[in-house]
């Protein structure tokens, strides 16, 4: 049953943002807190999660098996496999919430969401060891997505609060008053991935919910049981019924469904570029009965490269690619992909990159030591692995790290560096999602930039100098969304670095910045006439009227 909704927030009850802080894994109190939550997940299995649809639970005929990367013999659980019909039946939920929620306060919406992040912080523990097995990840990278979907919660409240208000346009002239106001769209389509399997369903949730939008929520095939306990901490916190349908199921069977949907007003999706591509195909198709054109995000990925010049200092360079390449087996789409390194530190990269690639730690997630867990799944497996046979055949391969032959229980992959001959190359152009790193050579910082610029995608950067002209033109030419300077390529904080790219790497604004929120809302100009009588008044209006 759904709790009483929480007291409303003020712009000023609510302090200034501040996000979530990483757990500090050097005290040993933090350390025994996450392994009762790995094993206070591991004594929850096998979990279900049904369809939620206006509030009530369905189960389906077909059920899909969940079951963890590191060990397929492990079952988690099932979830529901929505079909058509329970895609409809879901949005006409949704449809029919909105016509209360959208009329709800802002106050009260952002109300719903600080609460949910305040039940989020308590159960940090056992979320993050529901992704430890359901996602394999590590345990930094577990901890970091459920902050990450805290700070969305927070974030996204406090947006909605300074756009609530009406912006004057101009001040007072010849009787005539202008407000820009923003009102919601209807019912949003949310379609997750599994890689961020909490913060990004979470944050493109929120960010709906929050602006006055209904929501039914597709999660990733291979995650929904984190997915699901969020469903149940937005129900919670006192989110009515109908506004947040929660939809599990197969991609090819509900999501299509609903990307065409003639009442879906907005779709939001994390994933692949093949599936985004298609989603914005399909919803560009307007149907009859559909007075709209609906609108898409979409974030698709990238095939990140971080560069090092001759003035980089590799001491801290070569850690930073080994990270941004090979943490959570290279499954982020800000992840390095390719090592772009002058000619002058060529040799003494490429020999630390090689070591360390060696001395990775594969194993399982919930293992404190492990770097490197297992990938996804078996479909994913195999894609990479024809990665790697391809560089066996057609570049130089560099370094391989022991999987100790966990292949035999889980999906593990072993990270893997190659010298590759040309940025033509497919392991230089093609998204790989893997612990596969391509190096290349560049004779300079000139061509540095132009191989880093020569994908199609533009998402994520990063470059290595102490010369502070090349920062800058890094700055002015790298064509990516995130260039990040003698740092790491991941881990896009909230509020901080507002994330996303472009070309094909994706559309829309930036998620967790100030411009995303608007994506769900639509712009009015409400103007007015303040003469009375035909009379153009001598004095202003009263202040209550150019305030309020």
């Not at 206070?40 to 005929?61: D, Q, Y």
């Not at 070591?355 to 195999?382: F, M, R, W, Y």
């Not at 991941?490 to 994506?519: E, H, M, N, W």
Request: glycine share 8%.
């Amino acid at each position: 049953m759904t709790a009483e909704a929480p007291q409303a927030p003020t712009h000023q009850s609510l302090s200034e943002f501040r996000n979530e802080a990483p757990l500090d894994f050097s005290r040993p109190e933090v350390r025994s807190d996450f392994l009762n939550g790995i094993a206070a997940a591991r004594a929850s299995f096998p979990l279900e999660a049904p369809l939620v649809i206006a509030g009530r639970r369905h189960k389906t005929a077909e059920k899909i098996a969940c079951h963890s990367p590191s060990d397929r013999a492990m079952l988690l659980g099932h979830s529901a496999s929505a079909s058509e019909s329970d895609a409809d039946k879901a949005v006409g939920a949704a449809a029919a919430a909105f016509a209360h929620w959208s009329r709800t306060p802002a106050e009260h919406r952002a109300a719903v969401l600080v609460e949910a992040a305040s039940i989020m912080r308590r159960r940090k523990f056992l979320l993050a060891g529901i992704e430890v097995f359901e996602a394999a990840k590590p345990w930094r990278e577990a901890d970091a997505d459920i902050a990450e979907a805290i700070d969305f919660l927070e974030y996204y409240a406090r947006e909605m609060l300074r756009l609530a208000l009406p912006r004057r346009l101009q001040p007072y002239i010849l009787g005539e008053r202008n407000d820009l106001r923003y009102d919601p769209l209807g019912v949003v389509a949310v379609v997750g991935p599994w890689n961020f399997p909490l913060a990004i369903p979470c944050g493109m949730a929120a960010a709906a919910i929050v602006a006055g939008n209904t929501v039914v929520l597709k999660p990733a095939e291979q995650t929904p049981l984190i997915a699901y306990e969020m469903q149940k901490i937005f129900e919670e916190a006192g989110l009515p019924k109908g506004v947040l349908n929660f939809l599990p199921g197969r991609g090819g069977v509900c999501g299509a469904r609903l990307v065409q949907h003639p009442e879906v007003r907005m779709v939001v999706f994390t994933g692949s570029r093949g599936v985004g591509l298609e989603i914005v195909r399909r919803a560009a198709d307007t149907r009859p009965g559909q007075p709209f054109v609906r609108r898409v995000v979409a974030e698709m990925g990238g095939k990140n490269a971080l560069i090092v010049d001759s003035s980089a200092d590799l001491d801290a360079a070569v850690p930073d690619i080994l990270y941004s390449a090979f943490g959570f087996a290279g499954q982020k789409c800000s992840a390095c992909s390719r090592a772009i390194l002058l000619a002058d530190v060529y040799d003494a990269a490429v020999e630390r990159l090689r070591a360390g690639v060696e001395s990775l730690k594969v194993g399982p997630a919930e293992e404190p030591g492990t770097q490197v867990p297992a990938v996804i799944d078996a479909e994913a497996g195999a894609k990479i692995r024809g990665y790697i046979e391809l560089g066996a055949k057609e570049a130089k391969p560099l370094a391989k790290a022991d999987t100790h032959g966990l292949e035999a229980k889980g999906h593990f992959v072993p990270p893997s560096l190659f010298a590759v001959p040309s940025h033509k190359h497919r392991l230089a152009q093609e998204e790989i999602f893997g612990p596969v790193l391509a190096v290349l050579r560049a004779r300079d910082f000139d061509e540095a930039l132009a191989i880093a610029n020569s994908t199609e995608y533009a998402l994520t950067g990063g470059v290595h100098s102490r010369t502070l002209s090349h920062l800058e033109r890094a700055g002015n030419e790298y064509q990516c969304g995130n260039l990040y300077l003698n740092r790491t390529t991941t881990g896009a904080i909230v509020g901080r670095q507002p994330f996303g790219g472009f070309r094909l790497s994706g559309i829309g604004s930036k998620a967790g910045g100030p411009d995303y929120l608007r994506q769900f809302l639509v712009a009015r100009t409400v103007t007015e006439n303040l003469m009375r009588h035909g009379f153009v008044p001598l004095v202003e209006p009263p202040p209550e009227r150019l305030e309020d």
